[in-house]
Every structure is written in structure tokens, then in C-alpha cells.
């Protein structure tokens, strides 16, 4: 079946997290790379990044820290899926502040922290399938961890996308049912081939 909507991740999927990790590293009074690095370590072993804090002895820093920086590829994707008829939305793990960010691009939008549900949570792509206003097997979801989108997208039914960018895209491997793109300029191609043929 042709994919009708389309669903974003927000996080290195359409937002570069660089500017929001730098800030998250000073907070914490720590070299950005430092953090980073932990970072990628943690993501090469297969362990949730949220163990961080563990690792390197401090806390969590406290507050919200923006995520702002638009990949170059993200709004004339959104948009030219939008002028192509697609529902396109936004909705990934990050606080209800981001939906004012993402809102104005996408026809509806979502966070994690909204819903009270996070990925890779059934529940999350249960939600995500109302977002969309369409069945499962019509909504593509598209994101750069496989963990948290590609493959609980594929369980719900959905048409997964992993997009290899950020520290998760390059060291996730996805499943052979998932479309594999390395810029969000190749979707829009990629679904008109699919909805003509």
C-alpha cells in the first residue's frame, strides 16, 4: 500500500542535537567532546545513553535545553512532502517545548513528554498512528536510531525509514525490511516512486 503520512523523529532526524549537547556539557561543567564521547561509547555498546551521568560521576543537569538547529535538508522535505499531499508530522522523545518548534512545519506534532509515553514503547507508535490520522501500514516513520524507530516502527506495522545521521545512524545497523537513506532529500522521491508503483 502507498504511504499517506509521514512521521518524523525530531532529534537528529530534523533538528542537529550539536548546539543542545554543547549546552548540556557546560551545564554540567564538562568539555562538550567529553560528553560526546561518553556519549557515542555508550550508544557503541548498546546501552541507553541515559546512563551518562552514571559514567562520569554528575548529575543530570536540570532545565531544558533547546533544540534549535534545523538540518538544511529537513523544511524543504517537509515541505515538498506536504506540496505532494502527504500528512506530514513531527513526534519524537523530547519535551513539549519542541512541538513549537516542529508545529509550524508539519501538519500536527507531538513529544514524548506530551503523551507521557516514550520510543520504543508500543504505546508511543500507537499514538504516533492517531497523529497520522491513518492505519499503521499506511504511515512511514522515519528516524536515524533503530532502536528507538525503526524497529518498533516495523512492529506497529508501519513502513520504517533510517535516516544515517547523528551518532545512532552511523552506529545502528538497520533491518533489511527498513528504506535506508543518508538525506532526508532522497524521501520525497522515495515515496512518490512507492505511491506510483
Known sequence: MA????????????VDETRHWTLVAEAAGMPPLTLMGVLGGLIGQGR?????WDVLGVPKPAGEFPLETWYPDALPCLA????????????GNTPVGT???VAPHVDAAASSAGWGVSKPSPAFFERVAELAEA???KIAYVGDRVDNDVVPALAAGMVAVHLRRGPWGYLQAPPPQAIRI?????LPEVFELEAVS
Open 3 to 14: 504511504v499517506g503520512a509521514v512521521v518524523f523523529d525530531v532529534g537528529e532526524t530534523l
Open 48 to 52: 541507553d545513553f541515559g546512563e551518562v
Open 80 to 91: 515538498r512532502l506536504r506540496e505532494g499531499g502527504f500528512r506530514v508530522c513531527a513526534c
Open 99 to 101: 512541538e513549537a518548534l
Open 135 to 137: 492505519p499503521p501500514e
Open 182 to 186: 543518508s538525506s532526508l532529500d532522497e
